[in-house]
């Protein structure tokens, strides 16, 4: 045994200079290859920041594109650098972590300070521009103008014919008409480079789009707007309002009405009167005085506050108390079938959480639920629909859901408590009872503390569950957003901004706002109480 | 080995109440959790057995077997179950897997490097994830809007730009439990490596990696499991019917219970959840590990 490999190795022993030669190789292959990769993620990189810069140019973002430029110019470095290897491990983290995390969150807070919403979600010219074109009608004896409908990446444009010179003009519901060079046929323009024109049955196809059409004649938006109806022959609109640049006033010129932007996003009249859509402007502390001092928010704001901090006391404390029970079941060492039970009881666990809640909620139904129809033998028992009953639907089911994991930390943790602390407890003569609430609990509590306060944070915002299981419901009646009394502060959010009549972006992010300050505070108190900062080397 | 019979009547009682004060109760208890437990899935599992679409028709467990009610959900042509279980699968597996590679980087970084910077980084890591994304769901929503001009790729109503809005939290809580778990594997190993010649590209790519990998998994499938529950900003950002994920097509599905089809809705459940379930049963060891691991460290 030992000969062979003895004479296999002396036969195969290279030279040292061959040894050398080939670590070398080794080496530089190696390096190489690395260095191939990190070229080629490189290159895609900046291939993607080069056609963003390139886009941004096109729509005129110059700081987003310088923002971009600078950062890929950053990254480059980084990675072709020999120092700032630290850096070649955080950057792909810091940069997601900076745009999608904390610029949305600075992002809210900025919109918490502003109306924006339905009714205000553009700028001051947008609207202008939007109310002008609401307001169009047909100028009586109009000259008839040629058009062609043309397309260019799934925006339409209209290409115009003057009657009275034959000139061709281009422009869309964006751009007011410039003049271009056109193909003329019997002189009508009918094609311009750059654009696609429309056929006669893309037109028919498309009708809807090109009825919505409205060319502004010029950048003056009182000159009105060219519209077509069939794509054929366009007709000179324009709009009752007139808007005076100088005085910054919007006139109706068939009642006469006057008005003014008087700072508050919209242009109102003197009766209060306020046209709309409006535009988005900086309102200061207005969606918070409003949170506070309007009855109608307020009275839900507070009880939706208190309900959050109750839920979330409530699951924290009900799913650690019976998952600790069940743990300690699991502690006696005769008792046979554990293994059976244990994957029993993890099994919410491992369903998908929303689909528990949904499941939930179609057997907790009022009429045709499983819990009254077949449990309770036909019982109509209000459990998702009455303000109580749904409050504790809600914690039932979020201890369903929420014990096993529980349970299963429980167990970990209770191995973690040495056993001679149960038999020092029975010499000294305590009961079971005394040993568990003297000794084990505290033991066990400090195990799971960091586990605890994550819970409370999670339940805190625990959106699906409410969303899914009663929907906010049932609905406070005297508020004016939809709000109602299983709400938590995050769902109630998620309504005020993305359901209703009524979009409030602004007061939702001032919520949001209001939950940061909670959330940071209740943070500060827990970190100093665990000390778990402290523990960062 | 049996005793007479005088002696086996109180013998016997008297071991049946010692039997049931020691561990007797705690069957009657487990048996009792164990049904709350699973009462809800097997409901779940009857109704999607039985073709009867409505809510009431599910009640009777069992009355019916049929795979009815699993072919009309995959055949109806208004439900695009199966793109939206694609759709589900592409956005939890491709964000899962980044999350865990970037969270790696990072944690490497940390754990095996020092500069200055690095405790303010490590403490922001575990402040910032204290506010959950969806707080922010206003500001993704705007900002999106706004990217779609720029870029539809990554706007609204796409699954990239979902996964990209998912991978703002990638340096998050799970940075900090693998730092954690970096940490406990020893440096003399590194420092061999580097002897050897190796760069730390080297070191963290093909020993590093592989010696963590159990928390690798752990942070992996808890991810997973997170991102397919994720509504709020999916809901937000993905509109067509068509692009949606699981938890969006879904809740909309029984939206109304009343009209809702209620088995093909149990049937897409009990599909959606059956992998999910299968996985972390296999995996539940090394999940318990992590999470206890987690729960006896502080």
């Known amino acids: ?537 | 080995m049996a005793p007479s019979p005088k002696v086996v009547k109180p013998a016997r009682r008297r071991r049946f109440g010692k039997w049931f004060r020691d561990t007797g109760w705690r069957h009657v208890v487990a048996i009792v959790g164990s049904i709350f437990a699973i009462f809800p899935l097997v409901y779940v599992l009857s109704a999607s057995l039985n073709a009867n679409g409505t809510l009431t028709g599910s009640n009777q467990l069992f009355s019916s077997i049929s795979l009815e009610s699993y072919v009309r959900m995959l055949t109806n042509p208004q439900v695009p179950y199966a793109q939206w279980f694609l759709n589900t699968m592409i956005v939890a597996l491709v964000t899962g897997f980044s999350m865990v590679f970037i969270g790696a980087l990072a944690a490497y970084a940390f754990s095996r490097m020092r500069f200055s910077g690095r405790r303010v980084g490590l403490i922001t890591i575990v402040v910032v994830q204290m506010f959950p994304q969806m707080l922010a769901v206003v500001a993704i929503f705007l900002m999106f809007s706004a990217i779609s001009d720029w870029f539809p790729a990554i706007g609204l109503n796409t699954l990239s730009g979902l996964i990209l809005i998912y991978l703002g939290g990638a340096l998050g809580v799970n940075t900090y439990l693998m730092y954690g778990f970096f940490n406990t594997i020893p440096r003399e190993l590194d420092e061999a490596a580097k002897i050897d010649g190796a760069g730390h590209a080297r070191i963290f790519f093909t020993i590093i990696l592989r010696l963590v990998a159990p928390i690798l998994a752990v942070v992996g499938l808890l991810s997973f499991i997170g991102l397919i529950n994720e509504y709020m900003i999916a809901s937000v950002l993905l509109i067509d019917p068509e692009k949606q994920t699981l938890v969006v097509g879904l809740t909309k599905l029984v939206s109304n219970p009343r009209y809702a089809d209620w088995s093909a809705f149990s049937a897409g459940a009990v599909m959606a959840a059956i992998p999910v379930v299968i996985v972390f049963l296999l995996l539940q060891k090394y999940i318990v590990g992590g999470l206890t691991a987690g729960a006896t460290k502080g």
């Open chain 1, 1 to 537: 045994m030992t000969d062979t490999l003895q004479a296999e190795t002396a036969e195969k022993t290279p030279t040292p200079r061959q040894r050398s030669a080939a670590r070398i190789a080794d080496a530089a292959g190696g390096r190489l290859r690395w260095v191939a990769l990190k070229i080629a993620l490189l290159a895609i990189v900046d291939a993607v920041a080069l056609y963003a810069v390139f886009v941004l140019f096109l729509h005129n973002e110059w700081l987003v594109l310088t923002l971009v430029t600078a950062v890929t110019i950053l990254v480059n470095w980084i990675y072709f650098s020999r120092r700032a290897i630290p850096a070649k491990y955080l950057t792909p983290g810091i940069i997601l972590l900076v745009v999608f995390q904390i610029f949305t969150l600075t992002y809210t807070a900025y919109i918490g300070f502003t109306n924006y919403g339905t009714g205000h979600n553009g700028t001051k010219d947008q609207a202008i521009a939007s109310l002008m074109r609401s307001s169009l009608v047909r100028v009586e004896d109009s000259p008839t103008f040629e058009v062609t409908v043309v397309e260019r990446v799934g925006e339409l444009g209209l290409l115009v014919t003057d009657p009275t010179d034959g000139e061709a003009s281009l422009g869309t519901n964006q751009k007011p008409l410039e003049p271009v060079d056109a193909t003329m046929e019997g002189g009508k323009a009918v094609a311009v480079d750059g654009w696609t024109s429309l056929t006669f049955a893309e037109v028919l196809g498309r009708s809807t789009e090109v009825e919505q059409l409205a060319v502004p004649y010029s950048s003056d938006p009182n000159d009105g707007a060219i519209r077509t109806q069939d794509g054929q022959k366009g007709y000179l609109y324009t709009s009752t309002l007139v808007y005076d640049a100088d005085a910054d006033t919007m006139t109706d010129t068939a009642t006469g009405t006057v008005y003014t932007d008087t700072g508050e996003g919209a242009f109102t009249s003197e009766s209060g009167e306020q046209l709309l859509p409006g535009w988005q402007v900086f309102v200061g502390f207005d969606n918070f005085v409003r949170a506070i001092t309007d009855a109608s928010i307020r009275g839900p704001l507070i009880a939706v506050t208190l309900w959050t901090f109750v839920f979330a006391i409530v699951s924290v404390a009900s799913t650690f108390f019976l998952g600790l029970l069940l743990a300690m079941l699991f502690q006696n060492k005769r008792m046979r079938f554990k293994n059976g039970y244990r994957i029993m009881l993890i099994l919410p666990y491992a369903f998908p959480a929303f689909l528990g809640a949904l499941v939930w909620a179609g057997m907790m139904n009022k009429s045709f639920g499983f819990i009254n129809q077949v449990l309770l033998g036909g019982a109509e028992i209000p459990w998702l629909t009455d303000p109580w009953m749904a409050k504790f639907s809600v914690l039932l089911v979020n201890l369903w859901l929420g014990f096993p994991y529980m349970f299963l930390v429980c167990m970990g943790a209770l191995q973690g408590i040495p056993e001679e602390v149960n038999e020092a407890g029975v010499m000294d003569g305590a009961s079971p009872w005394q040993i568990f609430r003297r000794i084990k609990l505290p033991l066990l509590l400090v195990t799971v503390a960091p586990i605890l306060i994550a819970s409370f944070a999670f339940n805190f915002n625990n959106f699906n569950l409410i969303y899914m299981l009663t929907g906010g419901g049932p609905r406070f009646e005297d508020a004016t957003i939809p709000v109602g009394h299983t709400d938590l502060l995050i769902s109630m959010v998620y309504k005020v901004a993305f359901t209703g009549q009524n979009r409030d972006y602004g007061l939702a992010s001032a919520f949001t706002i209001l939950i940061f300050i909670v959330v940071a505070v209740i943070a500060i108190i827990s970190f100093r109480r665990t000390k778990a900062l402290e523990e960062l080397s």
